[in-house]
């Protein structure tokens, strides 16, 4: 069973988008499911992320506090200021828009320290990083779609923070907690959390993409040029300010992948319950959460070489 666990996690970004595939040429396939399975499914994911956390991985908040501001302001400010300029940009109609724009806004995705973790990145920063923005989304995510997409869509800000504190935050604290007074539990189910995760993030693409295939038809080529530029240009400029500000490789690498991966199933959840109005809202999320798996098994791969490199350069 193990075994099965460590393919399904290993191979999660070609599950992904086999599912993916699968659901925009037989939508059929994802009658069974209904859109409502999103966000207790995203809860089931936080909740995993919650048994996983430690103390500790929050010492490196007090013990780097620079480099994790540097990378929480780096998030805040380059994700959402990237999906605002691509909206503009492409000139996007506004159901795609505010998709896009949820995506930038959300925090950092859990699979971003997986992948930090393959690519030889600073780990600790990753996960201390993920911990800060997702305990900050429930208040900065609503403000900021608020500020970006206002003047285009009706944004409910204070539904959107209940819905984070209710989809994200509660599920973490309940997984913590759940760890903490019942370890043995936790310590023989937590070999599977990877594989469980990646199957309910799979889930989530497959049901989006299926109850969307038709819209898809319409717009898939654009919106994915545009979820593709977002991500890419997340990695690239969260590298940039690592360096520009004399970071070590590792550190760089952590920032660059926290940054230009986003929690999009959070954002395809929000989409579902706060903008029912503009049906497309929901696509954004699912393509990105298709596509910055595949990128960040390449990029790990391309930092993952570059750290390796620079070791050796400091050991010498």
């Keep these: 069973m193990k075994q099965v666990c460590s393919f ?65 302001i780096a998030q805040l400010a380059i994700m959402p200021g990237i999906a605002w ?27 971003s320290n997986l992948v930090t ?37 009706e944004v409910e800000a204070l539904g959107m923070l209940l819905s984070i504190l209710e989809v994200v935050i509660v599920p973490i604290v309940a997984g913590f907690l759940v760890k903490h ?10 070999s599977y959390l990877p594989a469980f995760s990646s199957l309910s993030i799979a889930t989530i693409v497959f049901i989006i993409i299926g109850k969307n295939s038709d819209k898809l038809q319409h717009c898939g ?17 969260g590298f940039c300010v690592g360096k520009l500000l004399g970071l070590k490789s590792k550190k760089c690498t952590a920032i660059s992948i926290e940054v230009g991966m986003q929690n999009s199933g959070l ?16 696509i954004p999320g699912a393509i990105f959460s298709v596509w910055h798996n595949l990128s960040g098994a390449l990029v790990a791969k391309i930092y993952a070489a570059m750290n390796e490199k620079a070791a050796h350069t400091d050991s010498l």
């Design 8 to 72: 399904i996690a290993k191979w999660m970004g070609a599950i992904v988008l086999l599912l993916a595939i699968a659901a925009y040429l037989r939508p059929s396939l994802t009658d069974i499911f209904e859109a409502g399975w999103i966000t207790p499914l995203l809860g089931v994911i936080m909740f995993g992320m919650g048994l996983t956390l430690e103390a500790d991985d929050f010492k490196v908040v007090f013990s780097h506090p620079k480099d994790i501001v540097i990378g929480c």
């Design 85 to 111: 300029s691509l909206a503009h940009l492409f000139n996007l109609p506004p159901e795609l828009a505010i998709g896009v724009i949820l995506v930038g806004c959300c925090p950092g995705g859990t699979a």
């Design 117 to 153: 973790y393959l690519a030889k990145g600073d780990v600790a920063l990753s996960v201390g990083m993920t911990g800060c923005s997702t305990l900050l989304a429930p208040i900065l995510t609503p403000f900021l779609v608020l500020q970006l997409a206002g003047k285009s869509v």
């Design 181 to 190: 007074f019942f370890p043995n539990f936790t310590q023989r189910a937590v």
């Design 221 to 237: 080529l654009l919106i994915i040029a545009v979820v593709a530029l977002h991500n890419l240009l997340g990695l690239l400029l």
């Design 267 to 282: 954002a395809s959840s929000l989409a579902n319950l706060h903008f029912a109005a503009y049906p497309l809202a929901v």
